[in-house]
């Protein structure tokens, strides 16, 4: 079974930009989908962006259209999130997962703090 770990988060202003990636402990090319996805407490887990085969260039949620940009190397095993014009609506957790979303493919997580 794939193992994914994410990484790239901290605490940035409002306004800066993060890269997060999502490095794959084995192959990611079979996944059709992959994706990238947000909670804050109290509140479910909610899709930020995925990419899929079908759409490469990669479906957004309405709140980062414009601001983020998902991306994926199969050859590295890589998924990463280019996050651009941060807001504090931003803050959250941020975890990658096969698209559409699979419960063992869940990792630790990166948090992400963006300061006003």
């Known amino acids: 079974q794939v193992r994914l770990v994410e990484s790239g988060g901290g605490l940035v202003q409002a306004g800066g930009s993060l890269r997060l990636s999502c490095t794959a402990f084995?192959?990611?090319?079979?996944?059709?989908?992959m994706g990238w996805f947000r909670q804050t407490p109290g509140k479910p887990r909610e899709l930020v962006a995925s990419i899929t085969v079908d759409d490469p260039r990669g479906n957004y949620a309405d709140s980062v259209k414009g601001r983020f940009t998902i991306s994926r190397d199969n050859a590295k095993n890589t998924v990463l999130l280019q996050m651009n014009s941060l807001k504090a609506e931003d803050t959250a957790v941020y975890y990658c997962?096969?698209?559409?979303?699979?419960?063992?493919?869940w990792g630790q997580g990166t948090q992400v703090t963006v300061s006003s």
């Open positions: 997962n096969i698209y559409p979303p699979a419960d063992n493919y």
């Open positions: 084995g192959s990611i090319f079979r996944f059709r989908g």
